[in-house]
């Protein structure tokens, strides 16, 4: 399996996967003052099953962790059920 990298693409407010070169899938969030809302997320389907979404969630998430004071709303099903089964990043769920 080839490795999967992130990015933070800020002019499509997303953060990214990518595989070999090609976009393997992204989520996407708006800024709601100190808020992180992540509305989206999608990985193409000859991707799934090789870790793309949880990098692309570790990546967005720590992310968020490093810019103080930020929270997250989770709004996808998908990164609001990958903090449900990584409970390190539970604190920076927007209360």
Not at 7 to 20: K, P
Not at 53 to 79: H, K, M
Request: include cysteine.
């Amino acid at each position: 399996m080839s490795e999967v990298q992130t990015n933070h693409n800020r002019d499509q407010q997303r953060y990214e996967a990518h595989v070999d070169g090609e976009l393997a899938g992204f989520a996407e969030y708006v800024v709601d003052g100190d808020r992180v809302v992540f509305t989206h997320t999608e990985v193409d389907d000859r991707f799934e099953g090789q870790g793309v979404g949880s990098a692309i969630a570790r990546a967005g998430l720590d992310d968020v962790r490093a810019q103080d004071g930020r929270s997250v709303v989770p709004r996808c099903e998908f990164i609001r059920g990958w903090i449900d089964k990584h409970p390190e990043y539970a604190d920076l769920v927007a209360s």
